[in-house]
């Protein structure tokens, strides 16, 4: 039992925000806290990966990526082209020549901060236990843990909606536990979405909506990039997505932009290069 004197004076970072995402989301009370849970939901290909990926990589943070939605290669590739403003094409072809050695120098700092954990379908014990390791490596646990994703979890429970509602009591308490901010990736129902738009809250699957503080809907279209904080228990909430904002992305470099301007700067500076 505490004061509230005790939680003021104490070392806690618990409810800390993380470096900004982007002006634009900060705009729309849009953040990463320590110990707290985080959903970002969407239908396949809506950028749900590109989005944590790219925070991950660009908010110079701690991390622990459990990446169980894709390969190892894939993971490498996507990171390399984020790293050096790269398309994902491009870093393949450069694995294949000797300008290997400028994604091997990247990934040498990166490798300094951020973890992978490539297991296909890991237990919630594993995800304690490669935290653990995170911790006995680094010394402090990481900021920002991210799970790619709920779906690809190892069931503990015969029912697949009582196991990703257990799973995210669990990841709940992890964030509490750690202080780290928990982003967990998630599916929303095809029948209840459009590919094109940010999903309402309700589209999640599973009824995982309670534990959350923040759940991010999200979906993209060309250069367009959707995000609507369907549920934001410290900011402003749009549980219907109807007010979604807006900004841009290059998915063949897995980059976001607050604007196409500086998406546009962006593609004339890589003229130039």
């Given at each position: 039992m505490r004061s509230l004197l005790q939680?003021?004076?104490?070392?806690?970072?618990?409810g800390q925000d993380l470096p900004e995402i982007l002006p634009a989301f900060s705009s729309a009370t849009i953040k990463f806290r320590r110990g707290q849970l985080h959903v970002i939901a969407g239908q396949p290909g809506g950028g749900k990966t590109m989005l944590s990926l790219w925070y991950?990589?660009?908010?110079?943070?701690r991390v622990l990526y459990f990446n169980?939605?894709?390969d190892q290669g894939t993971i490498v590739n996507r990171a390399?082209?984020?790293?050096?403003?790269?398309t994902v094409d491009e870093v393949k072809a450069m694995r294949e020549t000797e300008e290997i050695y400028l994604i091997e120098d990247e990934l040498i700092e990166l490798s300094q901060r951020i973890r992978i954990e490539p297991n296909p379908h890991p237990t919630l014990d594993d995800i304690y236990e490669e935290t653990e390791a995170y911790v006995e490596l680094f010394g402090c646990p990481?900021?920002?843990i991210v799970v790619d994703n709920l779906l690809n979890l190892a069931a503990a429970h015969d029912n697949e909606w009582t196991a990703m509602r257990d799973a995210m009591s669990a990841l709940h308490?992890?964030?509490r536990?750690?202080?780290?901010?928990?982003?967990?990736?998630h599916h929303v129902s095809e029948n209840d979405s459009k590919p094109e738009f940010p999903a309402a809250r309700k589209a999640l699957m599973g009824k995982v909506s309670q534990l959350p503080e923040l759940i991010l809907t999200v979906a993209m279209s060309g250069d367009n990039y959707l995000v609507?904080?369907?549920k934001n228990r410290d900011g402003v909430s749009d549980p219907g997505a109807e007010n979604p904002i807006r900004v841009a992305v290059d998915p063949s470099r897995m980059c976001l932009f607050n604007n196409k301007e500086e998406l546009e700067m962006a593609n004339t500076r890589r003229q130039w290069l």
């Amino acid at each position: 039992m505490r004061s509230l004197l005790q939680v003021v004076r104490s070392t806690s970072e618990a409810g800390q925000d993380l470096p900004e995402i982007l002006p634009a989301f900060s705009s729309a009370t849009i953040k990463f806290r320590r110990g707290q849970l985080h959903v970002i939901a969407g239908q396949p290909g809506g950028g749900k990966t590109m989005l944590s990926l790219w925070y991950a990589i660009k908010s110079n943070t701690r991390v622990l990526y459990f990446n169980a939605d894709s390969d190892q290669g894939t993971i490498v590739n996507r990171a390399s082209a984020i790293l050096l403003d790269r398309t994902v094409d491009e870093v393949k072809a450069m694995r294949e020549t000797e300008e290997i050695y400028l994604i091997e120098d990247e990934l040498i700092e990166l490798s300094q901060r951020i973890r992978i954990e490539p297991n296909p379908h890991p237990t919630l014990d594993d995800i304690y236990e490669e935290t653990e390791a995170y911790v006995e490596l680094f010394g402090c646990p990481p900021d920002l843990i991210v799970v790619d994703n709920l779906l690809n979890l190892a069931a503990a429970h015969d029912n697949e909606w009582t196991a990703m509602r257990d799973a995210m009591s669990a990841l709940h308490s992890l964030a509490r536990e750690t202080e780290s901010a928990v982003v967990v990736l998630h599916h929303v129902s095809e029948n209840d979405s459009k590919p094109e738009f940010p999903a309402a809250r309700k589209a999640l699957m599973g009824k995982v909506s309670q534990l959350p503080e923040l759940i991010l809907t999200v979906a993209m279209s060309g250069d367009n990039y959707l995000v609507a904080a369907v549920k934001n228990r410290d900011g402003v909430s749009d549980p219907g997505a109807e007010n979604p904002i807006r900004v841009a992305v290059d998915p063949s470099r897995m980059c976001l932009f607050n604007n196409k301007e500086e998406l546009e700067m962006a593609n004339t500076r890589r003229q130039w290069l």
